[in-house]
C-alpha cells in the first residue's frame, strides 16, 4: 500500500522569531493563531521547513509510471484513496476496463456511432446540459 507523506516547504525566518535547539537540531519557534509552534530549519540556515497542509502519496499506474497524487487534508481520507488508486490500476494492468470510467464510456459510444447504432441528437456544452443520444432499434435496417 502507497504509504502517505507530507512534503515540506521552505519559508524565509522573520526577524521575529526565536531560534532554539531541540534534541541537538535547529528550530524556529514561531507563534500561528496565538500557539507557539515549532518548525525545523533548513541546512543552509536561512529558511525553515514548513510542512504542507495536505497529504500526499506515490502510486505505480496502470502503466508503470510511479506518479505523486495529492491526497487529502485528513490522514485517514488520504490512505483510502491511495488504495482506491492502487486497486483501480491493479485492475487496469490485469486487463479489467472500469465501465463506469469516462473514457471506457466515450469509447464505446464512439463505436457504437461508428456501426450507426447510435446517433447524436445534441452535443452537451460546458454549462450548457449534458449530451443526448438516440439509440436504434437492433431490428430496425
Known amino acids: 500500500m502507497a504509504k ?10 522573520p526577524p521575529d522569531a526565536e ?10 519557534r514561531l507563534k500561528e493563531r496565538g500557539k507557539p509552534i515549532l ?10 521547513l514548513r510542512p504542507m497542509k495536505r497529504w500526499y502519496f506515490k502510486c505505480r499506474d496502470a502503466n508503470g509510471t510511479v506518479r ?5 487534508a485528513d490522514l485517514k481520507a488520504t490512505e483510502q484513496l491511495a488504495a482506491e ?8 494492468r490485469s486487463g479489467y476496463s472500469d465501465p463506469a470510467d469516462a ?3 466515450r469509447r464505446a459510444l464512439d463505436a457504437l456511432t461508428a456501426m450507426g447504432m447510435v446517433t447524436t441528437v445534441r ?5 450548457a446540459g449534458p ?6 432499434p437492433t431490428g430496425a435496417a
Do not use: Q, W
Not at 85 to 92: C, F, G, P, V
Not at 131 to 136: D, L, P, Q
Open 68 to 72: 505523486r497524487v495529492k491526497g487529502f
Open 123 to 127: 452535443r452537451g456544452k460546458l454549462n
Open 19 to 28: 531560534l532554539v535547539d531541540v534534541a541537538g537540531r535547529p528550530h524556529v
Open 85 to 92: 488508486h492502487e486497486r483501480k490500476a491493479e485492475r487496469l
Open 103 to 105: 473514457r471506457t464510456v
Open 131 to 136: 449530451s443526448a443520444y438516440r439509440v436504434r
Open 4 to 13: 502517505p507523506f507530507k512534503p515540506v516547504r521552505a519559508c524565509p525566518i
Open 39 to 48: 518548525y525545523p530549519v533548513s541546512k543552509d540556515g536561512l529558511k525553515y
